[in-house]
């Protein structure tokens, strides 16, 4: 401490200004009047110890696919004319020796009208062509019974305790818990010789706040009071 100072202390203290030589040099303060925090959420994660499957019985439906070799056979070379075709020939020409004049002639046409309906007949229950093979995709909806996963039984820890949850889908290393307030500021109301203002500061500062110079003696204190 240099002379000076010790001259000033000296004259106030001699004078019996102790209390005002503490008042001259001690640090202003700015009064605190609110501070109030700032929040925002964060998830609350806890660690997964073990997880069971949850199962329930339910009735659904499923389309079931299979290639099956089904036996063809190939169509007539003219479909069920061919029997017509003949028969009318044949009941003509059978027709054709009945009787005579126009007996015959009668007959002829009844013969080849009935033969054309027989060999359309025998045509219609003809079995077909040559036969062969051809594999086809056969698809069928059935419904049954099956087992379903509903969800799973977790147990976690948490901040060194364990707990149990239900969960929808199955958890990784972690389980997420919900969700809380996290404090990431305080928004600061002071007031000093008279005047107020306000500034944001990261952690609670208490009842009162250091001036310095006129300023409010912390990071990012906003508007320096005036006195």
Known sequence: MNKTVLAVLAGMLAGGGAIAAYQTF??????????????????????????TAITEMR????????????????PERFGDKDGMVVGAVVGGLLGNQVGGGDGRKLATVAGAVGGAYAGREIDRRHAGGKKYTEV??????????????????VTYRSEGELGSVRVESKPGDQVLLGERDKIVGYDVTWRYEGQTGSLVM??????RLPVED????????????KG
């Open 202 to 207: 990261a952690e609670d500062p208490g009842d």
């Open 59 to 74: 009735t659904g439906s499923r389309q079931v696919c299979e290639d099956r070799v089904v036996e063809k056979r190939q």
């Open 26 to 51: 001690a640090t202003p303060y700015a009064e605190v009047v609110s501070s109030t925090p700032i929040t925002e959420k964060e998830p609350i994660y806890g660690e997964v110890v073990s997880s």
């Open 136 to 153: 086809e995709q056969v698809c069928q909806t059935v419904t049954e019974p099956r087992e379903e996963i509903v969800g799973y039984d």
């Open 214 to 225: 006129g300023v409010i003696a912390v990071a990012g204190a906003g508007t320096p009071p």
